[in-house]
C-alpha cells in the first residue's frame, strides 16, 4: 500500500526553526515528485515546495521562499522540509503529498493539488510565543 506520512510539527516560537520528514512507503522516491502543503485555520490549502525524488530538483512557492528547504534521502524514503525564521502566519497543518513522475510536470504542477494521488494526514505546526 503507498502511504506518505508527515511528523515533527510541534509548537515553536516566533523565529524558531523545525524540520518536518514525509516518509514514504509502498513506492520508491526516484520515481516520484514529493510536494508539501500547508492549510491555516479558515484558509485554503497551498502548496509550499515540492522535490524530484530523482534527481532533487526542488520548487518553492513564493511564500516561504528563502525561509524553507526541501530536501530528500532515498536511502530513508524519505523527504524533509527544513522551516526557519518562522512566524505566527506559518501556523498551520502541514502535508506531504505524492505524485507518479511520469505524468507530472514541474514547476508548474507543484502547488496543484489534484494532481498529487497520495496524502498523508498532516502535521500540526504552531507557532506562538
Known amino acids: 500500500q503507498l502511504q506518505v506520512v508527515e511528523s515533527g510539527g510541534d509548537l515553536v516560537q516566533p523565529g524558531g526553526s523545525l524540520r518536518l520528514s514525509c516518509a514514504a512507503s509502498?513506492?520508491?522516491?526516484?520515481?516520484?515528485?514529493i510536494g508539501w502543503f500547508r492549510q491555516a485555520p479558515g484558509k485554503e490549502r497551498e502548496g509550499v515546495p515540492c522535490?524530484?525524488?530523482?534527481?532533487?530538483?526542488?520548487y518553492y512557492a513564493e511564500s516561504m521562499k528563502g525561509r524553507v528547504t526541501i530536501s530528500r534521502d532515498n536511502s530513508k524514503n524519505t523527504v524533509y522540509l527544513q522551516m526557519n525564521s518562522l512566524k505566527p502566519g506559518d501556523t498551520a497543518i502541514y502535508y506531504c503529498a505524492a505524485v507518479s513522475a511520469s505524468h507530472f510536470i514541474a514547476p508548474s504542477g507543484c502547488g496543484v493539488e489534484r494532481l498529487y494521488d497520495y496524502w498523508g494526514q498532516g502535521t500540526q505546526v504552531t507557532v506562538s510565543s
Open positions: 509502498g513506492f520508491s522516491l526516484p520515481y516520484y515528485y
Open positions: 522535490i524530484s525524488g530523482d534527481d532533487g530538483s526542488a
